[in-house]
Structure formats: C-alpha cells, structure tokens
C-alpha cells in the first residue's frame, strides 16, 4: 500500500523559514514524480511545487518561485519542501502528493494526511 | 495559467438522485482532467483521472465525462456516503490548478 507521511508543519513568524518533510513506501520512489499542494479556506486547493524522479527537475507555482525548494532523496525515501521569507498567505495544510512517471499529463494519487502550517506573529 | 472553474458551488441533493458537477477549462486541456472527492478533515481522494476513467475501487455510479474545455462529473443514484466537495483539477500544464470545489450537501 502506497503511504505518505508528512511532518514538519508548525507556527512560524512571517520572514522566517520552514522545511516540510514526506516520507513515502510502498512503491518504487526513485520511478515517481512527487508534488507538494496545499489548501485553505481562502486559496481552496492549490498546487506548490513538483519534482521530477531522476533529473531531477523541479517546477514550482509562481507563488512561491524563488521563496520555496522542492527536493527529494532517492536513497531515503524522502520529499522535502524547504520554506523561506514565510508570509501569512502561506498558512495552509500542505499534502505531500505522488505523480507518474513525468511531472505532466499524470494525476495525483495518493494524498498524505497533510501538515499544517501556519504564519503569524 | 489554465483557470478551472466548477459550476455550482454548492449543490443540494437527496439520496438515489442524479447530480452533474461542471467543469470549464479557460484553455483546452484535451483529456488531462482528475476529479477528486474530499471529505471533512481527509485528504482529496482520486475518483477519475483522463478525465472518463474510474479509479480502481470507486463505484461505476460515478461517470467523468469531455474534452478539451467542458468536462463533467456525473454521480447516479446519490448513496450517504456522496455527499462531500468534488474538486476537478487540470494536469496539462504546470500550473495543476484546481477548480474551486463543488460542495454536495444532503437536501
């Protein structure tokens, strides 16, 4: 059975940085594109970053360019989303997603449970 | 960025009814449509991906249909368990996005 595992998540204050952690099993990591999405009441569902499974690339939302780095480690197991310069409007659950083979034209499937993550002073 | 917009936003229904959720592309996205059900404090879960086909292990009650810009979600016969928000999500392009969700409540 595929799991992911999301921790991480906590307070933060605006302007300062966080790093989300997924541990995944049940499949073959290294074959599979891995995604970050988050959702809040006020932005509903929305997709963060992506990582590719051997390049490996990564793609993010304009939102968050620059300020957020997705990556992962092959021999572990893990995703990561590395968080800087934090702003209230990236308060939010965030769910460690897995993809395909490629990061386009596949969907997502399973969702973590989510980590919470919440910006303010 | 491709814009996803459902129609309607909140969509009241009884028990053995037949409900149709909408979903509109702002560009086309040919097949690469997912809809996802997601229920209070759980994660979205995949009902169809390609946008017609049946996720392994949800009901045949469940029917995705379209292409390009005009997709639809279609569940008959509506069972307890339905009632939830739907999500329809683009993955054509990197942007991924999201429709705003379709609430299914219990009239």
């Known amino acids: 059975e595929v799991q992911l595992v999301e921790s991480g998540g906590g307070l933060v204050q605006p302007g300062k940085s966080l790093r989300l952690s997924c541990s995944a099993s049940?499949?073959?990591?290294?074959?599979?594109?891995l995604h970050w999405v988050r959702q809040s009441p006020g932005r509903g569902l929305e997709w963060v970053a992506g990582?590719?499974?051997?390049?490996?690339?990564?793609v993010y939302a304009d939102s968050v360019k620059g300020r957020f780095t997705i990556s992962r480690d092959n021999a572990k197991n893990f995703l990561f989303l590395q968080m800087s310069d934090l702003r209230s409007e990236d308060t939010a659950l965030y769910y460690c997603?897995?993809?395909?083979?490629?990061?386009?034209?596949?969907?997502?499937?399973?969702w973590g449970q989510g980590t919470p993550v919440t910006v303010s002073s | 960025d491709i814009q996803m917009t459902q129609s309607p936003s909140t969509l009241s229904a009884s028990v053995g009814d037949r409900v149709t959720i909408t979903c509109r592309a702002s560009?086309?996205?040919?097949?690469?449509l997912a809809w996802y059900q997601q229920k209070p404090g759980k994660a979205p879960k995949l009902l169809i991906y390609?946008?017609?086909n049946l996720e392994g292990g949800v009901p045949s009650r469940f029917r995705g249909v379209g292409s390009g810009t005009e997709f639809t979600l279609t569940i008959s016969g509506l069972q307890p368990d339905d009632f939830a928000t739907y999500y329809c999500?683009?993955?054509?392009?990197?942007?991924?996005?999201f429709g705003q969700g379709t609430k299914l409540e219990l009239k």
């Open positions: 997603v897995k993809g395909g083979f490629q990061l386009l034209f596949h969907w997502f499937d399973p």
């Open positions: 049940g499949f073959n990591f290294e074959d599979f594109a």
């Open positions: 990582i590719d499974a051997t390049s490996p690339t990564a």
């Open positions: 560009e086309s996205i040919n097949i690469w």
């Open positions: 390609r946008a017609s």
């Open positions: 999500q683009q993955y054509n392009s990197y942007s991924y996005s």
